[in-house]
């Protein structure tokens, strides 16, 4: 079954600190995986893109890493800021014949001052 | 901004009833895509246009259907509905090309059935 475990589940962090959020994934065929970043009552907004090939990607603070074989992703936020605080979300997308995205749940993260 | 416009922001509606969301997406982009957000559910995948054409299908109701049109704009039909449909739907879009593109998503239209 295709599938996308996300965790933690929810993680508060004090400003300046950095963490990382971990995405498994048992979907396949594997197409590419996306992380996003979803303010509470706003759509998601893209933060990488990752194919097959790719191993890592960046986009200012965050980075994302890609490990095809473990079928595992992360995503490493440097020097957290109080407006990193947000549902980070992974979504693995199949290529089926025609493309299928399945998401992951979601971690909540939480930023302190 | 993203440049996608979802409207209506809100719509209350009754269990029975039938609905319309419409979708504007950014200029150039050619595909549009729709997704249910519900508390229980998370995001789902619903379905996928691209430049009139459906491409791809997720977990898309019977009692739901889309179209998009030739001006690009996409609307998502909800049909004879049921108290769990209340959910977020959101549209994105994204420019042609290879199927890497970022998709660019609306904020959503809030649907809740009474």
């Known amino acids: 079954k295709n599938q996308v475990e996300q965790s933690p589940q929810s993680l508060i962090i004090l400003e300046g600190k950095n963490c990382t959020l971990q995405c498994n994934y048992t979907v396949s065929p594997f197409s590419n995986l996306r992380w996003y970043k979803q303010d509470t009552g706003r759509g998601p907004v893209s933060l990488t893109i990752?194919?097959?090939?790719?191993n890592t990607k960046s986009n200012g603070r965050y980075t994302a890493t890609l490990d095809a074989d473990t079928k595992q992703s992360s995503l490493h936020i440097t020097a957290s800021q109080l407006s990193d605080s947000a549902s980070y979300i992974c979504v693995v997308s199949a290529q089926l014949g025609t493309y299928k995205y399945i998401f992951g749940t979601g971690t909540r993260l939480k930023v302190l001052a | 901004d993203s440049g996608v416009t979802q409207t209506p922001k809100h719509l209350i509606t009754a269990t029975g009833q039938r609905v319309t969301l419409r979708c504007s997406p950014r200029?150039?982009?050619?595909?549009v895509y729709w997704y249910q957000q519900s508390l229980d559910q998370g995001l789902q995948f619903l379905i996928h246009y691209y430049n009139g054409e459906e491409r791809a299908k997720g977990n898309i109701l019977e009692r739901f259907s889309a179209q998009q049109f030739p001006d690009l704009h996409s609307e998502l039909n909800l049909s004879s509905l049921e108290l769990g449909d209340s959910a977020l739907y959101f549209c994105?879009?994204?420019?042609?090309?290879?199927?890497?593109?970022?998709?660019?998503f609306g904020d959503g239209t809030r649907l809740s059935i009474l």
């Open positions: 994105a879009s994204s420019p042609p090309g290879r199927a890497n593109q970022p998709q660019h």
């Open positions: 200029s150039g982009d050619l595909s």
């Open positions: 990752m194919t097959f090939s790719e």
